[in-house]
């Protein structure tokens, strides 16, 4: 089933039958007439230079962070560590223009890798000083160059001291919940992930792949480096950004190159819809199409109905989409291989309460649900309660475990992590080691339904919500709002969970935005569809909500600036919050107004201490003017409490996170006197 120990041995064998084959053509712009072709022969002659140079500057075992734009770069450098018996860490490079974005990924990656290399190319080292001086984390680890390195080292290269049980790279989690994770992948696992992905998607030495998924990501990394060489197979490749610019390149490789095997998240087929004009279509032939995969993120009938309905007459058929799952903890593949069919349809109330129960009608009481396919060969999923450990009945939802041998070792140096992750055993039982995926779903009928992430769940008055459910809603209901561009999380006021919004406006729509229309039709089709009451809307600038690097919003992320105060806010609304022409300060406002504004400074200052004495048990002579709130023991749900309280107490309207901006008693008293009180 699997003669090879691990992936080079596939990379010799098929370099030696047919070292002149095409294994990568590289679109350098996105255009079918603008290519560099890689053959079998070039690249082995590439990756085994590569893999000397880095052995000339470091040992058998250590690790390299790659950072690099472009696949002719970044599949090289890839194999040569591979080829060296180096860990790679596959991230991306920094962007210049988005550094306060970037950066602090980069860097997380970089603290947790502890890597002895960081390879890139000789323009990208050109300005590694500047990075260095300002980042000083990169300061001591050696930087090295590789798209020009001497291919007479080839001849000098030696087959590398691993077994199937080495680790063959470090891939780092999307952080979309939590800071970046490396997750140890074994020469084994790779090579088992790699059959589960053939037999649920029938490759061979015969399909071509059409991807423009980033390379550093699990899918374009498993998919198209070593899928490719796995499987013999050819793959055309274009950079994300040529294909955000026109998503149409990707179909028109599809259709010059006759692409049989495509796959990209759910919004990458919203684009192809969103930009490709009727008259367009005239230029593509799609029936080449067999296996069109889809995945990354929660799968709608509405993008795959809407798609396929668009491109039929381009010779598409809805019949070859594949919805999937699967995570960088399994390498890539856990489920999938089914024919996209009829979606189940649920009671909403139900689902709500953890229950599934079929319903016959589409209507606001009911929701649409997409399998992700059947487990793969040689894993098993369970459904479990994620609190009692047991096994849930067939028709409630629970936390997805999966074991096999597909699934990672553990995450690098990270022995809690992997225990609570990668060491999970059902309650009664004792059937394990499971991985806890943290999703949410059930099965029915051997298919796979994920319903949501258990630690993005929003649970009001004890019934619970899915995010991205109420973010469709939400971002559907007004033109001015960008798709995917929408973050539903929940936040603690008063002891009650209240659910916010962060919504990004399009740039086209901003210059005769009318927000507070924008803001009235979310809450009615919120509340229409939902029946949840909505704490605050934010409407930002758009391309200012924090995605990971596959492109999905980072809940928890655009969470913590919206408590900091941090977003690039164009308008927001709170409820009971009234406009500031109804607001009637209290006496006691009034009372403080008539007074000399010293005292009125002086006394803020004294009612704040009382209060934090009373919430914290801190003795009043300990707290100074100048210490930070979060110092004295000011967690997130108390600031909230005390600048409720001070709202309650001055009659104004005080943002809930004020504390976040004005982090001491005497810079908030001060805003407090001069920007609320006697302002004007």
Same mark, same amino acid.
């Given at each position: ?33 603008? /290519? ?71 860097? %997380? ?114 998919? !198209? ?34 692409? /049989? ?77 089914? /024919? ?9 109330? %139900? ?77 009664? /039982? ?212 005390? %600048? ?15 504390? !976040? ?9 001060? !805003? ?9």
């Amino acid at each position: 089933m699997k003669p090879h120990k691990n992936i080079l041995d596939y990379f010799i064998q098929n370099a030696s039958k047919r070292p002149d084959k095409n294994v990568y053509i590289i679109l350098k712009d996105g255009e079918t007439d603008n /290519t560099l072709e890689i053959t079998y022969h070039n690249l082995l002659i590439d990756v085994k230079a590569i893999a000397v140079h880095l052995l000339k500057n470091t040992q058998t075992g250590s690790r390299a962070l790659l950072l690099y734009e472009h696949a002719q770069d970044f599949i090289p450098a890839f194999l040569g560590c591979l080829y060296a018996g180096i860990l790679a860490v596959p991230a991306y490079p920094p962007d210049p223009m988005r550094l306060n974005r970037s950066l602090p990924r980069l860097i %997380s990656i970089f603290k947790d890798a502890k890597p002895e290399l960081v390879l890139t190319t000789a323009v990208n080292l050109a300005l590694v000083d500047g990075l260095t001086s300002m980042y000083p984390e990169f300061k001591n680890t050696r930087w090295l160059s590789t798209n020009q390195t001497n291919k007479d080292l080839a001849q000098d290269w030696v087959y590398p001291d691993i077994t199937e049980n080495s680790l063959a790279y470090l891939q780092y989690t999307s952080g979309s919940t939590q800071n970046p994770r490396g997750v140890m992948i074994t020469h084994q696992n790779l090579l088992d992930n790699q059959w589960v992905g053939k037999q649920l998607n029938q490759f061979s030495s015969d399909s071509i792949f059409a991807g423009w998924l980033p390379l550093y990501h699990d899918l374009g990394l498993m998919a !198209y480096v070593i899928g490719t060489i796995y499987n013999d197979c050819l793959s055309v490749l274009m950079s994300p950004l040529h294909f955000l610019q026109q998503p149409f390149r990707w179909l028109k490789a599809i259709s010059h190159y006759r692409a /049989t095997h495509n796959a990209g998240p759910p919004f990458g087929y919203e684009l192809c819809v969103k930009h490709t004009l009727p008259e367009m279509r005239d230029q593509l032939d799609l029936s080449c199409w067999k296996i069109a995969g889809i995945g990354a993120e929660t799968v709608s009938m509405k993008t795959i109905d809407q798609f396929s309905s668009y491109f039929k007459t381009c010779g598409f058929d809805q019949n070859v989409f594949r919805p999937t799952y699967g995570m960088a903890e399994t390498v890539l593949y856990i489920s999938g291989g089914m /024919t996209y069919s009829k979606p189940l349809t649920i009671s909403r109330k %139900s689902l709500e309460k953890g229950l599934i129960v079929s319903s016959e009608n589409n209507s606001p009481e009911t929701q649409m649900l997409v399998h992700s396919g059947h487990a793969g060969e040689g894993f098993d999923i369970a459904i479990v309660h994620p609190e009692t450990l047991e096994r849930c009945d067939n028709n409630s939802v629970g936390e997805i475990w999966v074991k096999g041998n597909g699934v990672a070792s553990g995450y690098y140096k990270n022995v809690s992590a992997t225990r609570e992750t990668f060491k999970a055993y059902i309650k009664d /039982t004792r059937e394990g080691p499971f991985l806890r995926t943290g999703d949410l779903g059930f099965m029915k009928d051997h298919l796979l339904y994920v319903t949501g992430r258990l630690k993005d769940l929003i649970i009001v008055n004890g019934r619970n919500f899915y995010p991205q459910d109420i973010e469709t809603t939400a971002q559907s209901c007004h033109p001015a709002i960008r798709k995917g561009c929408c973050v539903a999380f929940s936040i603690t006021i008063e002891r009650t969970e209240r659910v916010c919004l962060v919504l990004e406006i399009k740039k086209n729509k901003m210059t005769q935005l009318n927000p507070d229309q924008v803001i009235k039709e979310i809450l009615r089709s919120v509340t229409q569809w939902h029946d949840i009451e909505i704490y605050a809307v934010i409407l930002v600038h758009p391309d200012t909500i924090p995605k990971t690097s596959s492109g999905k919003p980072q809940r928890s992320l655009c969470k913590k600036e919206f408590t900091e105060i941090k977003l690039a806010i164009i308008h927001e609304w709170h409820h009971h919050i009234s406009p500031p022409s109804t607001i009637h300060p209290t006496s006691k406002a009034i009372s403080l107004k008539e007074k000399q504004k010293k005292f009125v400074y002086e006394e803020i200052k004294q009612w704040m201490k009382h209060r934090i004495h009373e919430i914290i048990s801190i003795d009043i002579k300990e707290i100074s003017d100048d210490d930070l709130f979060e110092d004295l023991g000011l967690d997130s749900s108390r600031s909230v409490s005390l %600048s409720f309280q001070l709202k309650e107490w001055l009659g104004y309207e005080i943002h809930p996170f004020i504390l !976040y901006q004005y982090k001491t008693i005497d810079s908030l008293a001060t !805003y407090l006197v001069e920007n609320v009180l006697f302002k004007g």
